[in-house]
């Protein structure tokens, strides 16, 4: 059998593949549309306590937007105490000086800054923490990354949330906001359009309830229980294996259903690229399995895939428009739920194939590159510094 002969019978088996896959992609998109919609209209149930609340904000060097990120947690409506600490490693990190200006234009606000450079494992963040957790007063503990923003009733929102019986943490979903050019609004596409929505049916089937590292609110207590911050220190997933210790004391994880926003500043496709390798990458060492499973939700890749294969007919061409038009559905009803700026529509069939690229190079390495350093995927979802 001839090379050309191969080349047909494989495109005989993979149109039949792909044809299923796109339509199974489409069917996600319309019940991720439709699921959106009922997450935020969920009503945050009625606050009885202002407990004194420490919020922990890890830094590493200066970003675009770091200190308006930062400003919107020292403009919280909360009756209650609040101290905010922030922590670096470096005592020339750069963030410092949007630290210091904030202590200036909040005179008024409860601000430390730690100074640490003491490492406990390969994960620095959580070295950070470590490190921060020394100086935690209050009852109530936040964890909040740098790049996230919040909006003024967040703290009552966490508060509202973590009152309730068995629930041991609160964690955010949360929005793309990018901060110029368009590498930025990809990314922040990623995470609006595949991120989210994945997130919002892996609650509704209870698949997972997963801490995200956009918030996690949790008793002091409960942190004591779980044995602090030491545990996660060679985690590469660090806020998702909190979550799970959690759960394992017997709490659950809740979700509010507001959003806080997380910038986006990648200025090259480079950056753009490394960043969301390294999310699939620290997805598939958590969760292989499901991984595997999310390529379904890649409607217009497996659309297109099946023209190639099956050729130009009627299935494959009412495919393909299917495709696209879910996905825009999905695009739109994300946007109006969540009162997100208007989408661009005909970027969305570029995100969607730049996410199946994506998707498809994650299963070709285990290393990552966070901050600077290359660090190799092991066991359990653990990472080790890697060569260079």
Not at 127 to 151: C, F, T
Not at 178 to 194: F, K, V
Not at 219 to 234: Q, S
Not at 350 to 369: I, K, M, P, T
Request: proline fraction near 6%; aromatic fraction near 8%; charge should be neutral.
């Amino acid at each position: 059998m001839d090379s050309l002969s191969h080349l047909l019978l494989a495109a005989q088996w993979l149109s039949p593949v792909c044809i299923g896959l796109a339509m199974m992609g489409c069917l996600y998109a319309l019940a991720a549309a439709s699921l959106a919609r009922r997450f935020a209209a969920r009503s945050l149930p009625a606050r009885a306590t202002t407990p004194a609340v420490t919020i922990l904000k890890p830094l590493h060097g200066t970003e675009p937007g770091l200190r308006a990120n930062l400003a919107s947690f020292c403009r919280q409506d909360y009756g209650g105490s609040v101290e905010i600490v922030f922590g670096v490693q470096d005592a020339d990190d750069a963030a410092i000086t949007d630290v210091e200006a904030l202590i200036r234009d909040f005179p008024h606000a409860d601000i430390r800054l730690v100074i640490d450079p003491r490492e406990y494992g390969a994960n620095r963040k959580i070295s950070n923490l470590i490190n921060m957790s020394r100086k935690i007063r209050h009852e109530i503990v936040v964890l909040a990354d740098s790049d996230i923003s919040v909006e003024p009733g967040y703290l009552q929102g966490l508060i509202a949330l973590l009152d309730q019986p068995s629930v041991g943490a609160v964690s955010c979903l949360y929005s793309g906001r990018p901060m110029g050019g368009p590498w930025a609004e990809l990314s922040a596409m990623a995470i609006d359009q595949h991120f989210l929505p994945g997130v919002i049916v892996g609650l509704a089937l209870d698949r997972a309830r997963p801490c995200f590292g956009s918030t996690i609110a949790l008793r002091r207590e409960t942190l004591d229980r779980i044995g602090g911050f030491v545990p996660f220190a060679d985690k590469l997933a660090d806020d998702h294996a909190l979550g799970m210790a959690v759960k394992r004391i017997g709490l659950v994880v809740a979700f509010p259903p507001f959003l806080v926003g997380h910038s986006c500043s990648e200025r090259r496709l480079s950056d753009l690229i490394r960043h969301e390798l390294r999310w699939a990458r620290t997805i598939a060492s958590i969760d292989p399995s499901g991984f595997i499973g999310s390529g379904a939700t890649h409607a217009l890749p497996f659309a297109l895939l099946g023209v190639v294969t099956g050729g130009f007919n009627t299935v494959t061409l009412g495919l393909l428009a299917a495709a696209l038009a879910c996905r825009a559905i999905l695009q739109i009803q994300i946007t109006c739920v969540f009162s997100l700026p208007p989408p661009r529509l005909w970027l969305g069939p570029v995100r969607d194939l730049l996410s199946f690229a994506v998707y498809a190079a994650s299963f070709f390495s285990g290393r990552v590159e966070w901050r600077g350093r290359c660090y190799d995927v092991i066991t359990g979802g653990n990472m080790r510094a890697g060569g260079g």
